[in-house]
């Protein structure tokens, strides 16, 4: 079954301080994966889009690696600001690239805090 | 450049109705998806559009249809409404197939149905 798995469900931290979000997949054939940050009422942001042969890739204060033989990414938030307070969700293409009938699936997400 | 514009934003229907929710991608983009989010499946794709055919598609049933139309405006229509279908429905638009290009999501349309 193609899933997507998020951790932790959701995290509290103070302002400043760094966290990781953890995302593991078992879908397949892997397209890409991307990180979406999303505030409450609002559509998702893209933060990062990375491909099969990409490892690390950064936005910012915001860095995603991609280990695709273990089927593991995470999502590195470095000096945090109250701004980040939002769900960030982990979504994985997969199918033929170049062609339709392409699956997308969604992780449950990640709550992320941030307390002065 | 103008946003990703969903109308309208707020809808409240009864069962049995249909709904059509309407999307206006960014200038220039040539697709556009569509999303269902509710607060126990999490965001789930529908499908997407890409100069006017249904290009991929996710596992809901056919009572969730779309088109879209050669201004690239797109529209998405749930017939036969249920009370599980009340959820925050998103569309993004991105300017080629959302397989591969980054996608810029709408503010949504909330969809009550009573």
């Known amino acids: 079954k193609n899933q997507v798995e998020q951790s932790p469900q959701s995290l509290i931290i103070l302002e400043g301080k760094n966290c990781t979000l953890q995302?593991?997949?078992?879908?397949?054939?892997?397209?890409?994966l991307r990180w979406y940050k999303q505030d409450t009422g609002r559509g998702p942001v893209s933060l990062t889009i990375?491909?099969?042969?990409?490892n690390t890739k950064s936005n910012g204060r915001y860095t995603a690696t991609l280990d695709a033989d273990t089927k593991q990414s995470s999502l590195h938030i470095t000096a945090s600001q109250l701004s980040d307070s939002a769900s960030y969700i982990c979504v994985v293409w997969h199918g033929i690239l170049t062609g339709g009938g392409n699956k997308l699936t969604f992780g449950t997400g990640t709550q992320l805090k941030v307390e002065l | 450049k103008a946003g990703v514009t969903q109308t309208p934003r707020y809808l409240i229907k009864t069962r049995g109705q249909q709904v059509t929710l309407s999307c206006s991608p960014i200038s220039g983009h040539r697709s556009v998806s569509w999303y269902q989010q509710t607060p126990g499946q999490g965001l789930q794709f529908l499908f997407e559009?890409?100069?006017?055919?249904?290009?991929n598609k996710g596992n809901f049933p056919g009572r969730f249809s779309g088109r879209q139309f050669s201004n690239s405006r797109s529209e998405m229509n749930v017939s036969t409404l249920e009370l599980g279908d009340s959820a925050l429905y998103l569309c993004?638009?991105?300017?080629?197939?959302?397989?591969?290009?980054?996608?810029?999501f709408g503010q949504g349309t909330r969809l009550t149905v009573v």
């Open positions: 995302c593991n997949y078992t879908v397949s054939p892997f397209s890409n």
């Open positions: 559009y890409f100069s006017e055919t249904q290009r």
């Open positions: 993004a638009s991105s300017f080629s197939s959302v397989l591969n290009t980054e996608a810029f």
């Open positions: 990375m491909t099969f042969s990409e």
